[in-house]
Structures are given as structure tokens and as C-alpha cells.
């Protein structure tokens, strides 16, 4: 039996296949709604390597996450996207428009992993917001927003991934 080096790899376990699944099924659709169903195969192909790469490289446990919930989430970010563009649109129209950018701490209680690194990702992609920086121990963000009125998106944010991942809500509203 050979002994387990320092740093190796825990095998596949259930938790893990379920996430490689998910991820599949995931990325299979993202390749059929950008390309359509012309070259499926390639589509599936590359949505097997991808999801097969993640679960083999990702480090830690994979928290499980609800695929029916996930509509939602998108949705929620389209909607934000949307509502963000549109004032940042409108500001840059109106440059009378006030813009009081500044940087806040913002404290994360998400575990580490898919959660935590899914809301530093997408609080840079919705419009007004950017994660600016993130502690050593990765439990507070520095996010930077043209509004202080755009925490509110952080905030709200925060309690999506907690729902996509079935995650106790945050205990204090504190930022």
C-alpha cells in the first residue's frame, strides 16, 4: 500500500462528483446558449474537460449548491447588471450627477471556496462595484463603489450566494 505524500491530492470522493456533475451540466448549457447546438460535441467536450479540471484542481471541499436556485441567481444578477449599468450610464450622461467614490470595508462570514470566491467575482462584475482588495485570512474585502448607495447590491449579493448554497443567513447586517 503505498503511503499518501505530503501534499497530495485526496481521491474523488461523492461530494466532489456531484460538483463535476453540476459544473458539467453548467458549462454544457453556457456552450449551447452562446453556440447553439452546432458543434455539441465539441461544446460537450470541453464542458467534460472543464468540469473534470475544476474538480481535480480545485483545493478544499466543494460546498454543494442548489442547480434550481441557480435561475434565480441568474436573474438576480442580470437584473443588477442592469439596474448598475443604467446608472453608471446616467451619470456619465449628467456629469451633474453626484459621484462620491469611495472604498469600504466589507466583513465576509461565507466560507472559503466556491462561495467566498463567487462573491469577490461577481461584486467586480456588477456595474458601480469592485473588489478592490482582499485580506491575507480572506475574511474582509475592500470594495470600491462610485456610490455609497451600491453596498446595498453587496449586501443583497451576499444573501443570493447564501441562498444558491443553502448557507445560514449572515448573523448582523454590520458591514
Do not use: C
Not at 472559503?112 to 456588477?126: A, D, F, Y
Amino acid at each position: 500500500m503505498a503511503a499518501k505524500k505530503v501534499g497530495e491530492r485526496p481521491a474523488i470522493d461523492r461530494q466532489r462528483l456531484v460538483w463535476m456533475g453540476q459544473a458539467l451540466v453548467v458549462l454544457a448549457l453556457i456552450w449551447v446558449a452562446l453556440n447553439g447546438l452546432d458543434g455539441w460535441w465539441l461544446g460537450l467536450l470541453a464542458a467534460s474537460a472543464g468540469a473534470v479540471a475544476g474538480a481535480m484542481l480545485a483545493s478544499g471541499q466543494p460546498h454543494p449548491w442548489r442547480p434550481h436556485r441557480l435561475a434565480g441567481f441568474a436573474l438576480f444578477f442580470l437584473v443588477e447588471s442592469f439596474k448598475g449599468g443604467m446608472d453608471v450610464a446616467w451619470r456619465a450622461l449628467k456629469p451633474d450627477l453626484p459621484i462620491q467614490p469611495e472604498f469600504r470595508r466589507y466583513r465576509l462570514d461565507l466560507p472559503g471556496g466556491q462561495p467566498r470566491t463567487l462573491m469577490v467575482s461577481v461584486i467586480s462584475l456588477l456595474p458601480g462595484t469592485l473588489s478592490a482588495d482582499l485580506s491575507d485570512d480572506g475574511r474582509e474585502l475592500v470594495v470600491h463603489l462610485l456610490m455609497p448607495e451600491a453596498m446595498d447590491s453587496v449586501s443583497r449579493l451576499d444573501r443570493r450566494i447564501r441562498h444558491l448554497f443553502s448557507l445560514e443567513p449572515r448573523e448582523s447586517a454590520d458591514e
